[in-house]
């Protein structure tokens, strides 16, 4: 599979996304629909563009994992959370944030980020926002979960805060053991999905590959578990040892 910002990337779906001119990046706009790759699309695609020796529908060829893994293709592939929403779109959505703030306000938002205290066996402290550079995938997801609603409040305008509330509450339903039984995977994708629907109102050029993964995180989460469970470390040490 593609797996990156091109044409047909998606594990789960054939979205093809547009080539944007300008800013020369690959988007993804939202539909409400998409015509999802099944166990036999995926075996049959994958066989043609190895035959063939050509793109097909994203397929380059039949995965050396195939026949590693014991749920079939596309359902044994697991979303890499850690960096697509934490690594990747929400860092992206914080730089955006924090740029359209004057600098003095950035540095209370940092100050008060620094200070706030956490439980013992929190490991790390948050990070400001003014310098990202090396930031760690902890430090982002206790910025998620934790500080930007109660610490951007103040700061941003209602529609702004409302918006960004979609995303962040859609992984907090989804981060942990169920909240509202059968239906907290169910009341996170219509979280998510409004979200990705209105992004162009609030950023531009962001509507990116891990964006549209956001889309298929109930099944990740009805099949797979919360995502605490599911970080791409333990993933990494698996393909490691193969």
């Given at each position: 599979m593609i797996g990156h910002n091109g044409y047909y990337p998606c594990y789960y779906c054939d979205i093809k996304g547009v080539h944007i001119r300008k800013p020369r990046k690959r988007q993804y706009p939202y539909t409400p629909t998409n015509n999802c790759r099944t166990v036999n699309s995926f075996y049959v695609h994958s066989r043609e563009a190895q035959l063939?020796?050509?793109?097909?529908?994203?397929h380059l060829g039949i995965s050396i994992l195939e026949d590693v893994l014991d749920v079939p293709l596309p359902h044994g592939i697991i979303i890499d959370y850690a960096h697509a929403s934490l690594l990747r779109h929400f860092r992206d959505v914080i730089r955006v944030v924090a740029s359209s703030l004057a600098p003095a306000v950035r540095q209370r938002i940092d100050d008060s980020l620094i200070k706030q205290r956490f439980p013992h066996f929190f490991h790390r402290k948050m990070r400001g926002v003014q310098d990202f550079s090396f930031i760690k995938t902890i430090e982002l997801k206790k910025l998620l979960l934790y500080g930007f609603i109660?610490?951007?409040?103040?700061?941003?305008?209602?529609?702004?805060?409302?918006?960004?509330?979609?995303?962040?509450?859609?992984?907090r339903l989804?981060?942990?053991d169920s909240v509202f039984n059968h239906t907290t995977s169910v009341t996170a994708n219509?979280?998510?999905?409004?979200?990705?629907?209105?992004?162009h109102k609030y950023f531009s050029h962001l509507a990116n590959f891990v964006l549209h993964l956001h889309q298929h995180f109930q099944v990740l989460y009805d099949c797979h578990g919360p995502l605490s469970s599911i970080n791409t470390f333990a993933q990494e040490d698996f393909i490691g040892y193969i």
């Open positions: 063939k020796s050509q793109n097909i529908f994203g109660p610490h951007f409040m103040n700061y941003l305008t209602t529609d702004q805060l409302c918006f960004i509330s979609l995303f962040t509450i859609g992984i989804l981060h942990a219509n979280l998510f999905r409004q979200y990705y629907a209105d992004h």
